[in-house]
C-alpha cells in the first residue's frame, strides 16, 4: 500500500512539473511581461571588452519597475529613437555620450530622456548625438568602450561627453577591475551559485516560480515602500551617501573617485591624441538634494579634474539645488521611489546642459 502511495505520488510531482514546464514554454510566447522581460535579456548581452552592453538593431518593452517603455536600438548597439542604420562616419559634427542608466534613460521613451532630447536641439544645427550610456557603467567601461568604438570600429566622434553618476564611484569601487589586456571584469558578485542560477532558470521557465516570485516581489517593494514613504525610499542610501559620510567616503568615495580618475584619465590622453575634446557633467542623487550638497564632493573633485586636464565641465547640482523645497524637487524630477530622473527631470537636465554646453569648433 505505502508502494503504491509512494508511486501515485511521485507521478503526481511528474505530471505537475511537466505541466508547468510546458505552460512555461507557453507562457514565454504569449504572456506580456514574461515576452519582454525575455527579448530584453536577450538584448542585453555580455561584451568581451566591457562587460556588458546592447544588441544592435533590437526593439523590446523595457520593464522598469512598474512601468513599460518602448525600447529601441541603432546598428551602433546603442539606445536610439529607432532601430535606424548609423554610419561609422558621417559628415555631421558628432557627439558621444557616455554614463550609466540615467544617460541611458531607463523608465522613460528614448524622447523624454535627457540624451534624446538633447539630441533633437542638436539636430537643428547638424549635429547628432550618439548615446552610449548604460546601466552600471562606470569609468573603466567609459573609457574601454569609447576605445573600443573609436580606435577599434573607426567610428567618427567629434567629441565626447562623460556624465558622472553618484553612483559610478561605488561601482568602480567595488565591482570593476581592467586587467593588463585592457579588458574590464566584473567582482560583483564574486561566484554565481547554483542556488541563484536555478532560480534564474525557474524564473524564466516555470509559471508556479514566476507566480510566486511575482507575488513576493511586489508585495516586498509594497512594504518597503510603505515602511520608508516616497523620501525615505530614495535617500540614505550607501550608494548615494558617499559625498555626506566621512565612514563612507573613506571606504567607497576616495577609492572609487581615485580608480574612476585613472579611467578618466586615460580617456583624456587617447582623446587628446586625436584631437576629440572631453567635457565631464555631474548631477546630484536624492539624497544630495535633501541635504543640499550644493558644492558637493562630487562637484569639487571632477570640478578640479577637469580644469587640471583641460576638460570641459558642465555642473547641474544648481538646477536641482537652490530656493526650491528639496522635497518638492525630488517629488517633481524623480520616478516615484526610485533615484532615476522622470521625463520632468530629464527635460530639466536636457534644458540646463544645452544652457552650459558650448559645441567644440568644427574641423
Avoid at 548604460?134 to 573609436?150: C, E, M, N
Avoid at 570593476?176 to 554565481?192: A, F, G, N, Q
Wanted: glycine share 6%; proline share 5%; aromatic share 10%.
Amino acid at each position: 500500500m505505502r508502494l503504491r502511495l509512494a508511486k501515485i505520488s511521485l507521478l503526481i510531482v511528474v505530471v505537475a512539473l511537466t505541466t508547468d514546464l510546458v505552460l512555461g514554454q507557453a507562457g514565454r510566447l504569449i504572456v506580456p511581461t514574461w515576452r519582454s522581460e525575455l527579448r530584453e535579456a536577450a538584448a542585453r548581452p555580455g561584451h568581451p571588452l566591457f562587460h556588458h552592453g546592447l544588441a544592435p538593431l533590437a526593439t523590446f518593452e523595457s520593464l522598469f519597475g512598474s512601468t513599460r517603455t518602448p525600447y529601441f536600438t541603432n546598428s551602433l548597439s546603442m539606445r536610439d529613437a529607432s532601430t535606424r542604420d548609423v554610419p561609422l562616419r558621417s559628415d555631421k559634427f558628432r557627439v558621444l555620450f557616455m554614463g550609466d542608466s540615467m544617460t541611458e534613460g531607463l523608465g522613460v521613451r528614448y524622447e523624454e530622456a535627457f540624451a534624446g532630447k538633447i539630441g533633437d536641439v542638436l539636430a537643428e544645427r547638424n549635429v547628432e548625438v550618439l548615446n552610449g550610456g548604460l546601466i552600471s557603467y562606470a569609468g573603466s567601461i567609459y573609457y574601454r568602450k569609447t576605445k573600443h568604438y573609436i580606435q577599434d570600429l573607426g567610428l567618427q566622434a567629434n567629441a565626447v561627453v562623460v556624465f558622472i553618476d553618484i553612483s559610478d564611484i561605488e561601482d568602480e569601487a567595488l565591482c570593476y577591475r581592467m586587467d593588463e589586456d585592457e579588458i574590464v571584469r566584473s567582482l560583483c558578485p564574486r561566484t554565481i551559485s547554483f542556488a541563484r542560477k536555478a532560480k534564474a532558470f525557474l524564473k524564466a521557465n516555470s509559471v508556479y516560480y514566476r507566480l510566486y516570485r511575482t507575488i513576493k516581489d511586489a508585495l516586498s517593494e509594497r512594504a518597503r515602500q510603505k515602511r520608508l514613504g516616497p523620501i525615505g525610499a530614495v535617500t540614505n542610501l550607501t550608494r548615494g551617501r558617499w559625498t555626506l559620510d566621512d565612514a563612507l567616503y573613506e571606504q567607497i568615495g576616495a577609492p572609487g573617485l581615485e580608480k574612476n580618475k585613472l579611467y578618466l584619465d586615460k580617456l583624456q590622453a587617447f582623446l587628446k591624441e586625436r584631437g576629440i575634446p572631453l567635457t565631464v557633467a555631474v548631477y546630484p542623487w536624492p539624497d544630495q538634494i535633501l541635504a543640499r550638497d550644493l558644492e558637493s564632493r562630487q562637484v569639487t573633485f571632477w570640478r578640479a579634474w577637469a580644469k587640471e586636464q583641460g576638460a570641459g565641465f558642465v555642473n547641474l547640482f544648481p538646477v536641482f539645488i537652490n530656493d526650491k523645497d528639496p522635497v518638492a524637487t525630488i517629488t517633481d524630477y524623480f520616478i516615484p521611489y526610485d533615484v532615476h530622473f522622470n521625463a520632468a527631470g530629464h527635460a530639466l537636465v536636457a534644458k540646463a546642459f544645452l544652457e552650459q554646453y558650448r559645441l567644440p569648433p568644427r574641423r
